[in-house]
């Protein structure tokens, strides 16, 4: 196996879509996007299983509470009434969905 390194991920799918790279390991959300929207999804298809969910997270100013606040509040909100659920499913990315909004959660 020979692996490639590149600086932009747009360039690694390039390769793969035009067949001068056979894979692109990338994480599920960007794999997927990628797979529905390259070449109108008719280039690249997502495979393999997902090798461990990994957070992600919404940076805001550490000084700005209130806005931390209600982003966290809206997340939940989101999650609670089901669009959170809708939206991943939509994007086929719900493995490794959070269940609850948390502050510096990951860390």
Known sequence: MQV???????V??????????????????VAA???RTTDNGN???VTGALSQS???GIAVNKSDTALRDAVAKGLDELMREG???????KW?????AAR??????GL
């Not at 067949?19 to 994480?27: E, L, M, Q, S, T």
């Not at 086929?92 to 490794?96: E, Q, Y």
């Not at 609850?100 to 959660?105: P, S």
């Open 54 to 56: 990994s957070p992600y």
């Open 4 to 10: 490639h390194r590149f600086d932009d991920d747009t």
């Open 92 to 96: 086929n990315v719900s493995t490794g």
């Open 12 to 29: 690694a799918l390039a390769e793969v879509a035009a067949g001068k790279a056979v894979a692109d390991f990338n994480d599920l959300p």
């Open 83 to 89: 669009t959170y659920d809708a939206v991943l499913a």
């Open 33 to 35: 996007y990628a797979a």
């Open 43 to 45: 280039s690249l298809e």
């Open 100 to 105: 609850a909004a948390a502050v510096n959660g």
